[in-house]
């Protein structure tokens, strides 16, 4: 979709002396249940040598499931002539966003539990990162350790990396 956006981006690191190596992931394929596809290039200055596999090896058969967790996942499109509400029937959630409860405009994801439609809380939304518990309930500022308000959360978690993602990249990383 956005092609001629990543042949610049590419073309603007080898200008500036670098080799790259483009990785296309979705993070369910990487011990989520989010559904979140992303490219990531990696570069490495020419004078250093190409981008080549070394020996790191990550397990990534985790489990894709948050312990008791049903999500029901629902978008919509607005397109032109055509309103469309679906809900995603492959067991995967939508890519978390920024949002309240990690909402989007065309995007949510609910939990069910008990009979009862709720939100994501920030937890498993940190968990669908694959990030550990409580990642982002805290954090320094002005040198005090504060609590990190849920909009707040939410914002850390929606503008996120899934953290197994770089576990797939680590290997090409030479130091």
Not at 35 to 41: D, G, K, N
Not at 43 to 49: F, N, S, V
Request: glycine share 8%; proline share 2%; net charge negative.
């Amino acid at each position: 979709k956005h092609r001629s956006d990543y042949e610049y981006i590419v073309s603007e690191f080898e200008e500036l002396g670098y080799n790259t190596k483009e990785f296309n992931l979705n993070a369910s394929d990487y011990g989520t249940k989010q559904a979140r596809e992303r490219v990531f290039i990696l570069g490495k200055r020419k004078e250093i040598g190409k981008i080549r596999q070394c020996g790191i090896v990550y397990d990534f058969k985790r489990s894709k499931e948050i312990e008791g967790l049903e999500i029901i996942a629902w978008s919509q499109s607005t397109r032109e002539n055509w309103v469309d509400h679906r809900i995603r029937d492959d067991g995967l959630c939508n890519t978390l966003v920024t949002g309240r409860g990690f909402a989007g405009q065309s995007t949510k994801n609910y939990v069910l539990e008990n009979k009862i439609i709720r939100d994501l809380t920030c937890e498993e939304g940190e968990e669908l990162m694959t990030w550990p518990k409580g990642w982002t309930e805290f954090a320094i500022i002005d040198g005090d350790i504060r609590v990190v308000p849920k909009t707040a959360r939410e914002t850390c978690v929606g503008n996120g990396v899934v953290s197994n993602c770089l576990w797939a990249i680590a290997p090409y990383i030479q130091v």
